[in-house]
């Protein structure tokens, strides 16, 4: 201890410590009454602007609705189309690659011969991949035929998509079977002629009976009905998915077809990625390097097959998308800078109609910030209203039937439009805001 040093009780420094706690606790407890005190002021001054001049008003609110419902209209479409799309080419698989002859994006200076002269891939590049990858969870071949006829005593229907496949079919891709099984192992081996019907078949064929067990005729041969697939109902782009398709074994399609180039009826290898390779490039590039070696391709030759990925045609939709998008909300963006000239000129005729109330709050000690947020916060919660009423439009819009284009109002649409709504409103209100706040009291008392 120094010689002329004063120690101070333990207890005042506790008490100090509480006194400044408490006094930190008042302030903010003041502070956030003002707040809320300015905006129930700001609030009260809307509502009254609203209520006495409500023609004038919801004029100039116009703009802002109308913006808002056109933009998130937009957003809106754009945003089903893509899912209604999507899910049309569900059937693509979800981090499935396909090994083919023919790419789904074609290269506009590669001659379109070459790729005709490509050879189909077979079964045994099919047992060679399964029994060399690495990066794949499930694998399966499979053929398709369209416009094929089913006939089952004196009914018949046609266009049917007749596809043979692999018994681990249904581990890439979703078959779901609501009445009677899938394939068995052996079934596949000994070639069984049976089959699993899509959902409109059975309709077609068996309206009033239980399909499984009675035979259907392919090309004048039997085949037993062994299961019947989930209905999928028609899908945005026309397609019946699964409605109108017929799965067969994959040896059993080669007894009614043969999968070579002169017939154009090929053979497709699909696999499903790991979990953990969402975008499916690690087994893209796996699949590439054993199919050249599979095929003996020297470094620099060309590749003689094609790896499509349903990931790379879903993102170039996205892109697609993406520019509607933008083009939209331009387009929309001129109704929003309307909107908020409207605000800006209701605020402006607020801040005439109401100049002796601000001088008289200033001359009670109102500050400047005081008045420049109650303004601010008009404009604001005027251009809320208008954004609100946007997206009521909006969501009214969503009950129209537009077919099989189902449209839904999203949250995150219905964020944005809420946050727009008060990026006007700030924006529009900021300039009279400052104008009120910079009016002399004595001035504004006497007008």
Known sequence: MFPNQRTIPLRTVVFLFIFKQNWLTDLLTLHNMIVLKLVAESFVFAWNALRSNLLRTTLSLLGVTIGIFAIITVFTIVDSLERSIKESFSFLGDQVIRVEKWPWLFQDDYPWWKYYKRPYPTENEFEFLAENVSQAEALSIFAKVNSVLLQYDNSSTSNVAL???SYEYNEVFDVPVETGRYFSVQEMGMARNIAIIGYEIKESLFPNINPIGKEIKIKGLKFTVIGVMEEQGESFVGDASLDKVCLIPYRSFLKLYTSNSQSGIGSTIALKAMPDDPSASRLEGEVTGLMRSRRGLRPKQEENFAVNRSEAFADMLGNLFNIIGLAGGVIGSFSILVGGFGIANIMFVSVKERTSI???????????????????????????????????????????????????????????????????????????????SRLDPVEAIRS
Do not use: C, D, H, M
Request: charged content about 5%; overall charge positive; aromatic content about 10%.
């Open 163 to 165: 596809t043979g496949v």
């Open 358 to 436: 601000i001088g008289i709050q200033k001359s009670l000690g109102a500050k400047n910030y005081f008045i420049l947020l109650q303004f601010l916060f008009e404009a604001v919660f005027l251009s809320l209203i208008g954004g609100l009423a946007g997206l009521v439009l909006v969501y009214l819009t969503t009950f129209i039937p537009l077919g099989s284009l189902v449209l839904s109002l999203t949250v995150r649409n219905v964020v944005l439009g809420i946050f727009v709504s008060g990026i006007i409103g700030i924006i529009s209100g900021v300039l009279p805001a400052i104008t009120a």
